[in-house]
């Protein structure tokens, strides 16, 4: 895989805890080759240190800070203290996704049986247009073979890349609930009912409803689909067709929208 030589100051960095002295910790850097890496002690946690092994051990995943990068020797002094809760989530969220990328990536590789000059190539032109492997991926899922449009890519990998894209990545879904209640006195109401309901179910493609019976008159429309206003909007639509027949009929209907918890 491609690492970039060196961070830069400022930059959060996912870090494994190598050794721990008596005044600070070296660390490996993950995502640089596990280049070594420095915690003085007074950037070990706000206030005055009395046992730095209360806050850093071996082998501890943490994530830091880079205060100063020296190329020349090599030398990389980083902050534990300087990293908020919310910041160490974050950044471990994102290098567990860019984790799982690579080796997608490395599989996709295998299969295609590139040499190792191939693979740089191609992971460099990769990183040149987005910030990291997964990024990579979450756009071929949202866009296809169009995420990657003017990059000088191979069709077959073109075509490997989006696959390994969809097998692996999941749109996310949003999923609503509503009521409808339907009554109809006509001889066939009962058919007229059924012939309601299957008009809930005409919905535009990448949308997904299920109607269930819940008790005299009432059914209920679940509604799944990537956008919480396309959603919205196809229970609404969904609720209308089925009213519209019931109502052409001399029935009654009425919709009610079940409020999400949370």
Known sequence: MTYKELPESGELVVCTVNKVMDFGAFVGLDEYDDQEGLIHISEVASGWVKYIRDHVRE????????????????????????????????????????????????????????????????????????????????????????????????KKLVTELVKTATDNIKPPQVTITGYVDLTCGKPDGIDVIKKALKETLKVEDGVQIEVTYVGTPRYRMKVTTMEYKEAESALRKAADRAIKVIQKNNGTGNFIRQLEKG
């Open 59 to 154: 082998g501890q995943k943490i994530v830091c800070k880079v205060l100063d990068v020296n190329p020349d020797r090599g030398h990389i002094d980083l902050s534990l203290k300087d990293v908020n809760d919310h910041q160490k989530r974050a950044k471990i969220q994102n290098w567990k996704l860019d984790s799982k990328a690579k080796k997608w990536l490395s599989r996709l590789t295998e299969k295609l049986k590139m040499n190792p000059d191939e693979i740089e190539e191609m992971e460099s032109t990769l990183l040149e247009r987005f910030h990291s492997f997964y990024a990579v991926f979450d756009e071929l899922v949202d866009k296809g073979e169009n995420a990657v449009d003017g990059l000088e890519l191979k």
